[in-house]
């Protein structure tokens, strides 16, 4: 891995996780009762210690990062920044959206050289990172612990804790491995990813399915066949895990159901702006749900054009 391959792969990957370490942390923080202001405190240190992470990142990636990244809507979504001061207004914590603005502002070109000065904030920042990521593993563990034992209350499902606890876990792996520089082995790569985001889109559907008020029967109806349509793929990825079933095959219907979910993400964030469903869903959820979604579709495509 060259320096200009660890430098573009630092900064994609923080773009991504570090806003979503930083919602991970406003969820659990939104989730608490009164009681828990110890809890509340260190959420809400992790939701700034994430946020200074990304815009540090943002900094840094400005000018350098490829069109594709940008237009994806994995950074930041068409809603992210209502969603945020919607949320901020409902549950009275101050979401930095200073931060959005910026990211909306983020430019794209070519990184052709990179000085020791750069390289040097890469590696730092990835350390900072692992660092951060280790810490909110730990603490979500805990909470996760708790609450399953039944010494904990949070409007947070158990599902939910753990679903957010794999996605730092991955990026804590992710960011390892490129702070160390391992070169990846690709197809392993790819299928190891494409059978974690089936996973991770399952239980989001699963989780809106639980959150949508039960008389939104049809919008809960349709998260039911997409738990059950990634449930299936997932399956199907495990296949290709083992070397069973060639990626390619699983691959373009996994673009297909995320295409459609993407379509379903997008319409529950509009409706839920727009206070036209009934739910126990926070608006920066949902905007978050569709950057991840957005996110898989990147991915994928990335992998098609590779595999065809």
Not at 113 to 136: C, D, G, H, K, Y
Not at 211 to 222: A, N, Q, R, W
Request: charged residues 20%; contains cysteine; negative net charge.
């Amino acid at each position: 891995m060259n320096d200009i391959e660890f430098v573009r792969l630092s900064l994609n990957l923080h773009l991504y996780f570090a806003r979503d370490m930083k919602e991970h942390a406003f969820i659990v923080e939104a989730g608490f009762a009164p009681k828990e202001q110890n809890l509340i405190r260190q959420a809400a240190n992790f939701r700034r210690e994430f946020s200074d992470i990304l815009r540090r990142t943002v900094s840094l990636a400005d000018g350098i990062l490829a069109p594709d990244i940008l237009q994806s809507g994995e950074i930041v979504t068409p809603y992210t920044l209502k969603a945020e001061m919607i949320t901020t207004y409902l549950t009275g914590i101050q979401i930095e959206t200073q931060i959005t603005q910026e990211e909306e502002r983020l430019t794209s070109g070519e990184l052709t050289n990179v000085s020791p000065a750069l390289l040097q904030n890469i590696i730092s920042l990835n350390q900072r990172a692992m660092n951060a990521t280790t810490e909110l593993i730990q603490y979500k563990s805990d909470i996760l612990n708790r609450v399953t034992n039944c010494s904990l209350f949070t409007i947070n499902y158990p599902f939910l804790i753990e679903h957010i606890l794999h996605e730092a876990d991955l990026y804590l792996l992710l960011t390892d491995r490129i702070q160390n520089r391992v070169e990846l082995v690709l197809e392993q790569e790819t299928a190891e990813l494409e059978f974690f985001w089936n996973v991770q889109m399952a239980e989001h559907a699963k989780i809106f399915r639980g959150l949508l008020d039960p008389t939104e029967t049809g919008l809960i109806s349709i998260a039911n066949d997409f738990a059950t349509t990634y449930d299936q793929l997932t399956a199907e990825a495990q296949l290709t895990r083992d070397g069973l079933v060639s990626i390619s095959d699983v691959m373009y219907r996994s673009l297909e159901a995320t295409e459609n979910f993407q379509y379903y993400n997008t319409q529950i964030v509009q409706e839920l702006l727009g206070c036209e469903i009934k739910s126990i869903i926070i608006p920066l959820l949902v905007d978050h749900a569709l950057r991840e979604t957005n996110y898989l579709m990147r991915l994928l495509n990335d992998f098609i054009a590779i595999y065809g």
